[in-house]
């Protein structure tokens, strides 16, 4: 079944405010297992919309439109509906009067504008509101739907959970087309979206044949339940990193996670075959969520000293909740005399590896931290030391006076260098801790034990 999104508001097109609406609702569709190949969004014009709503209809089997549902003048999706559904209006009292009650309960008239929120569609069902004036409507057009529903996303999202869902359930059962769709994202830095998309062509092209041969994806994955399909995708993410998206649609939820697996632990071993540790996270995980977890395994703690980046770092550390267990503190030593002064730079350069390492163990003796990350830099737009913009020197000082170092090229203007900065100083901190051993959990204290 395929549903297309129809998102109604001028504001929307301006871009005065953003469609999140669309988003939460193709997550939604997607975990229903129901297909969203087009999300369109149109102003607040009568015609514009009814050719929105005809040209969706025109090539999916049901239409969700959000917005429009409102008291005011601009609020026009109902007189679209109903001119889609070739209709009259009608103006239902019994929604009339909830309104009026509404109004009554908190000391107030009802405006005679709000009646118009009481006018459906001929032949329309309505989904009562239960957290707003506006109600939601389920009309039939042929042998399709439009389902119509307000534009304020908590009273959409309740409407469509509790309206719209169980009717498409019903339409996928009766066209036998149940089925689940569950996505997961593997974070990955350190290579570029084009590297990542010709290192994984050959599953994308198993994949692509095992969907197009009919075999429903069960060739690709021997021995999982209940068949399949799953594909992949590649998502730029600019400072974040890049992502690689598997998708898997399944009878059920235990089929698909079981096709998500299989194929995650095939990307995986090709990504690590061709470009190392790449893979930092999955879904919502993040550069610093990994760090905190593998600090925490090895009951190790972290200082920072910063230079370019002035502080981003130990900013995206502390936005980990519970960072205080882990994370000791961290210095912004701009200047060369604090450099010096505070965190023991030797005279010299300061935008050099010994600088970076010599801030990396100052940081680590003056925040009495396990390990010291350090990093200095020229982000531009000039020349420093002779040292050209986009050069980045790391140092991390680990336990047993062990000490590691990079040097980064990095592009981009002076706010990218010193975010991408932040993040590959805390990927080369994830992948030397990486290699570090993992203690065994703490046993539970005795009673009356400190």
């Known amino acids: 079944m395929r549903v297309e999104i129809v998102a109604v508001g001028t504001e929307l097109l301006l871009g005065q405010i ?10 939604a569709l997607a975990a229903a297992g129901v297909d969203s190949h087009f999300h369109q ?3 607040d014009n009568h015609d514009r919309i009814v050719l929105a709503l005809r040209t969706a209809l025109a090539r999916a089997d049901g239409v969700i439109v959000c917005g429009g549902l409102g008291p005011t003048q601009d609020d026009i999706t109902r007189e679209a509906i109903a001119e889609v559904m070739n209709v009259p209006l009608r103006r239902d009292e019994t929604i009339e009067e909830r309104i009026s009650q509404l109004f009554g309960a908190r000391g107030r008239h009802m405006p005679p504008s709000n009646g118009r929120q009481a006018d459906v569609p001929l032949g329309a069902t309505i989904i009562e509101p239960t957290r707003g004036t506006a109600p ?14 307000p534009g304020v996303p908590h009273e959409m999202a309740e409407m469509f959970e509790r309206g719209i869902l169980p009717d498409l359930r019903r339409r996928q059962v009766e066209a036998g087309e149940e089925s689940v769709i569950v996505s997961r994202v593997l974070r990955t830095w350190g290579t ?7 290192a994984l062509q ?11 041969d009919g075999a429903g994806g069960r060739g690709t994955h021997e021995g999982q339940p209940g068949g399949g399909t799953v594909t992949l995708a590649f998502l730029a993410s600019g400072i974040e990193g890049i992502k690689v998206r598997l998708t898997a649609r399944a009878p059920d939820a235990a089929a698909a996670a079981g096709l998500l697996a299989a194929e995650e632990a095939m990307v995986r ?6 470009f190392g540790d790449i893979v930092f996270g999955i879904d919502d995980e993040t550069m610093e969520t990994a760090v905190a977890g593998l600090l925490l395994a090895r009951r190790l703690t972290l200082g920072t000293a910063e230079s370019l980046t002035g502080g981003l770092i130990a900013s995206r550390l502390v936005d980990v909740v519970g960072a205080s267990r882990w994370f000791r503190g961290g210095v ?17 350069p300061v935008v050099s590896e010994a600088a970076a390492v010599a801030m990396a163990r100052g940081a680590a003796r003056l925040l009495r931290a396990d390990v010291g990350l350090g990093i200095t830099g020229v982000a531009g737009p000039e020349s420093e030391e002779g040292v050209a913009p986009g050069t980045v020197y790391v140092g991390l000082a680990l336990p047993g006076d062990e000490v590691e170092t990079a040097t980064l090229t990095l592009p981009g203007d002076r706010p990218r260098i010193r975010q991408y900065s932040a ?6 901190l994830r992948r030397r801790l990486s290699a570090l051993p993992a203690l065994p959990e703490r046993a539970p204290s005795a009673p009356g034990v400190a």
Not at 192 to 198: I, P, Q, W
Not at 202 to 212: F, I, M, N, P, T
Not at 269 to 274: D, P
């Open 136 to 149: 939601g409507l389920m009309c039939p057009v042929g042998h399709k739907v439009l389902y119509a529903v």
């Open 192 to 198: 570029s979206e084009s590297a990542l998309a010709e």
């Open 18 to 27: 953003a469609d999140t609406n669309s988003a939460w609702l193709g997550q």
């Open 41 to 43: 969004a149109v102003g």
């Open 202 to 212: 050959g599953r994308v092209e198993v994949l692509d044949a095992s969907r197009a």
């Open 332 to 348: 912004v030593a701009y200047t060369p005399d604090v450099k010096q002064d505070v965190l023991g730079v030797p005279a010299g």
């Open 423 to 428: 993040i590959s100083a805390l990927d080369l």
């Open 269 to 274: 071993e090709v990504l690590v075959g061709r």
